[in-house]
């Protein structure tokens, strides 16, 4: 065995894998653990957020840590070494192996045509194409060219410095690293990151690349993206601001859109411009469903578990559909079929400081109202403490938004994809209403249902929504229809 070779097997390097379904890349949230420290086979090393949730990573090594490769807040692609560990400290001092670069020199054509899902522990397999860098040419500076540099100065809106003399350079070179375009005249950059100036709207001709063999890397992207800062006056007299503008500049902030927050958003615009969505309303009394509540709350059978509105909402919801099956169902669009399910995944929209997330309640409409109010008091704790995993947001079939516990009468909420309604259940309100003939205070709430028509028709969706409605108004018929 050579020296390298058991090097390579001491330091073992542990890859960024792809925790949920074909994910590219995650952000360094926490490291628990710094250089120096012990780590045991299937401890948790760092926790990350994807697209769809954050999750902590388990290292599958023993042995201590030698070096983290990226700290927290960095944006990393799936496959990519985070940290390297020496499973054999005791042999003494060794060389470890040197950090590749995450963005590796190669086009989108270089990349594998498909990506499969990764154990936790295990990396993306690296594509088998390798770019070889470039040779320097002799008497040629190994930076950008004076022309190139001011025209990306230009570009970003800042000054160029001042060329410095260079030797001249034959006719005809290769185009050197940090160019501004290769040589083939197409800039280099991987997926993420054309995905990214995609996102971003920039035209990735016009950046300036840093990483190796001339790769633009994602730092590149954001800081094309992010605006110059403004110059301080120079000798020549500045035009005062005409009276009466205000500089707003000065009091906006620039974030990225990222993790959840990106992901939400993408899945948001491709449901409201692919499905086409009908919002139907009802507003009920809902005062006998309320006095319910405040007895199920001293039930023996619902000791320990957190009872209140939204748990009726969500048994009366199942047993609408439960008469109505042919409205829990999805679209395949590739196969043109309509794909009608036997099993309901409740989901239920959940704010959390990363933004919105729907983790559903998987064959919620088996399950008695004990089960169901205590999974949903689980979901709703594990989606605070962010702890929500990607499986759990999968699957879902239908979905409730509680917009009431924001003071909001009701909304016209936007379908999750994939899913066939979604109803938003308003704030409950003490309001006027004629109840056996005479006007009364009587408890309020108004319900919004938004269903994709190609699924349900506007008398399914209404039978749907109206039943809703019924059994909230007599929850008695959570027995009789049940």
């Known amino acids: 065995m050579t020296a390298s070779t058991a090097n390579a097997q001491r330091f073992r390097e542990f890859k960024m894998p792809d925790v949920g379904e074909g994910l590219t890349e995650a952000e360094i949230l926490k490291w628990y653990v710094q250089p120096g420290d012990t780590v045991t086979d299937g401890q948790v090393v760092c926790e990350v957020e994807t697209a769809k949730a954050a999750v902590e990573l388990p290292i599958p090594y023993t042995g201590v840590v030698h070096e983290l490769r990226f700290g927290e807040g960095v944006t990393v692609d799936v496959g990519t070494?985070?940290?390297a560990v020496d499973t054999d400290p005791g042999a003494g001092p060794a060389e470890a192996p040197a950090a590749a670069p995450q963005e590796a020199a190669a086009d989108e054509e270089a990349e594998p045509q498909g990506r499969q899902a990764v154990l936790v522990?295990?990396?993306a397999a690296p594509s088998s194409t390798k770019r070889r860098?470039?040779?320097p040419q002799p008497g040629v500076p190994a930076q950008p060219e004076p022309a190139q540099a001011a025209l990306q100065a230009e570009l970003n809106g800042r000054t160029a410095p001042a060329a410095p003399a260079a030797p001249v350079a034959p006719a005809v070179q290769p185009a050197p690293a940090g160019s501004a375009v290769p040589a083939a005249g197409r800039p280099l950059a991987k997926p993420p990151v054309r995905k990214l100036a995609k996102d971003l709207g920039i035209d990735l001709a016009t950046i300036l690349p840093t990483g190796p063999?001339?790769?633009i890397t994602r730092e590149d992207v954001h800081a094309a993206a992010t605006p110059a800062p403004a110059e301080a006056p120079g000798p020549v007299a500045v035009a005062?601001?005409?009276?009466?503008t205000v500089d707003t500049a000065a009091r906006e902030r620039r974030v990225p859109v990222k993790g959840v927050r990106k992901a939400t958003a993408q899945a948001m615009v491709a449901s409201a411009f692919t499905a086409p969505h009908v919002t139907e309303f009802i507003t009920v009394d809902v005062t006998r469903t309320m006095k319910l509540v405040q007895e199920l709350k001293q039930d023996p059978d619902m000791a320990g578990l957190r009872v209140n509105p939204l748990l009726l909402v969500a048994k009366a919801f199942l047993v609408?559909?439960?008469?109505?099956p042919e409205a829990n169902a999805a679209w395949d669009e590739a196969n043109q079929e309509i794909v009608y399910k036997d099993y309901v995944n409740l989901g239920i929209a959940a704010a959390t400081p990363r933004g919105l997330i729907v983790p559903n309640i998987k064959d919620a409409g088996a399950k008695t109202?004990?089960?169901l109010a205590s999974e949903l008091g689980d979901l709703v704790a594990t989606a605070r403490e962010g702890k929500t995993s990607p499986a759990a947001?999968?699957?879902?079939?239908?979905t409730i938004t509680n917009v009431g516990v924001f003071g909001v009468d009701t909304g016209t909420p936007i379908l999750n994809p994939g899913e066939s309604a979604i109803l938003a259940f308003g704030a409950v309100k003490l309001q006027p209403w004629v109840h056996k003939g005479k006007v009364k205070a009587r408890q309020v709430t108004t319900l919004a249902l938004s269903f994709d028509h190609r699924l349900v028709d506007g008398e399914l969706g209404s039978k749907l929504l109206a039943d809703v409605a019924a059994v909230l108004e007599r929850p008695k018929r959570l027995i009789t229809w049940g």
């Open 133 to 135: 860098a470039r040779k």
């Open 369 to 371: 109202l004990p089960q």
């Open 393 to 398: 947001m999968a699957g879902g079939t239908v």
């Open 320 to 324: 609408a559909l439960k008469r109505h």
């Open 121 to 123: 522990g295990y990396g």
């Open 240 to 244: 005062a601001a005409e009276p009466g």
């Open 81 to 83: 070494a985070i940290i």
């Open 213 to 215: 063999d001339g790769i």
